[in-house]
């Protein structure tokens, strides 16, 4: 997550090097956390619960996932996700396969509220595209 983003200000704005950010407004958590719960939170509503495994509950996974975000901004009206991905796969022959995902979501106005509304809809994209991206050679769907 791109450091000025990972704060705890919502940024409704970014205009080239400029940020504007709201001064009564702060996210609840730090952005990467709840970027990752919101995707985590998506992509087992794609998959299943039983498929998404939290780091340290027990179970050993076909792939771990990796994502990192280049921009997950809200410039001139559209809120932009950038976001490199990979998967590397625990078994099979393939040992990893990855991507990099662009979306622009409209953005309501320049407010937390839709602000937060068009990150969790750029994430929910994105997690389509990791839903159809998870398989493993070897794995076992139904694991």
Same mark, same amino acid.
């Given at each position: 997550?791109?450091?000025?983003?990972?704060?705890?200000?919502?940024?409704?704005?970014?205009?080239? $090097?400029? *940020?504007? +950010? $709201?001064?009564?407004?702060? /996210? &609840?958590?730090?952005?990467?956390?709840?970027?990752?719960?919101? *995707?985590?939170?998506?992509?087992?509503?794609?998959?299943? %619960? $039983?498929?998404?495994?939290?780091?340290?509950?027990?179970?050993?996974?076909?792939?771990?996932?990796?994502?990192?975000?280049?921009?997950?901004?809200?410039?001139?009206?559209?809120?932009?996700?950038?976001?490199? /991905?990979?998967?590397?796969?625990?078994?099979?022959?393939? %040992? $990893?396969?990855?991507?990099?995902?662009?979306?622009? +979501?409209?953005?309501?106005?320049?407010?937390?509220?839709?602000?937060?509304?068009?990150?969790?809809?750029? @994430?929910?994209?994105?997690?389509?595209? @990791?839903? &159809?991206? &998870?398989?493993?050679?070897?794995?076992?769907?139904?694991?």
């Amino acid at each position: 997550m791109p450091g000025y983003l990972n704060a705890y200000p919502v940024v409704t704005g970014h205009n080239g $090097s400029t *940020l504007t +950010v $709201s001064n009564k407004t702060e /996210w &609840a958590e730090p952005l990467s956390d709840a970027a990752a719960r919101v *995707l985590r939170d998506a992509l087992s509503q794609r998959l299943g %619960a $039983s498929r998404v495994l939290i780091a340290g509950e027990g179970r050993i996974p076909d792939a771990d996932l990796t994502v990192e975000f280049i921009a997950l901004d809200p410039q001139q009206g559209k809120l932009r996700l950038d976001a490199k /991905w990979s998967f590397s796969c625990t078994s099979g022959e393939r %040992a $990893s396969h990855g991507g990099r995902s662009f979306f622009e +979501v409209p953005l309501e106005a320049a407010t937390p509220p839709a602000v937060a509304a068009a990150t969790a809809d750029a @994430l929910g994209r994105l997690a389509d595209v @990791l839903a &159809a991206q &998870a398989e493993c050679p070897g794995s076992d769907p139904a694991r």
